[in-house]
Nanobody, 121 residues
Framework: QVQLVESGGGLVQAGGSLRLSCARSGRSFNRYAMGWFRQAPGKEREFVAAISLNGDNTLYTDSVRGRFTTSRDNAKNTVYLQMNSLKLEDTAVYYC??????????????WGQGTQVTVSS
């Protein structure tokens, strides 16, 4: 069993930055790729970013590429999402997930509880 806990969300002005963290408890963190997803009110959960098992490969959705960076520290069992140049449309609940390296929700097996990110004008 893998348990994931996100932190680092909050309220930030447009153009600002936040860094989300996702800490793992349980076993076999290094066996899984990690993904970040978000869900805005009234919208479906969508892919944001993913990082491979060893951290050598990353994927980003077009709307965040160049602004967001995901990384992982397997020694600390933690994955990060650095979010820069935040926009109003980045407002959402952000979730981390563990599973297979892809952009698709259904390939991730374990999910965190989510952390709210609110970008204000």
């Amino acid at each position: 069993q893998v348990q994931l806990v996100e932190s680092g969300g909050g309220l930030v002005q447009a153009g600002g930055s936040l860094r989300l963290s996702c800490a793992r408890s349980g076993r076999s963190f290094n066996r899984y790729a990690m993904g970040w997803f978000r869900q805005a009110p009234g919208k479906e959960r969508e892919f944001v970013a993913a990082i491979s098992l060893n951290g050598d490969n990353t994927l980003y959705t077009d709307s965040v590429r160049g602004r967001f960076t995901t990384s992982r520290d397997n020694a600390k069992n933690t994955v990060y999402l650095q979010m820069n140049s935040l926009k109003l449309e980045d407002t959402a609940v952000y979730y981390c997930a563990a599973g297979d390296y892809s952009t698709m929700l259904r390939t991730y097996y374990y999910w965190g509880q989510g952390t709210q990110v609110t970008v204000s004008s």
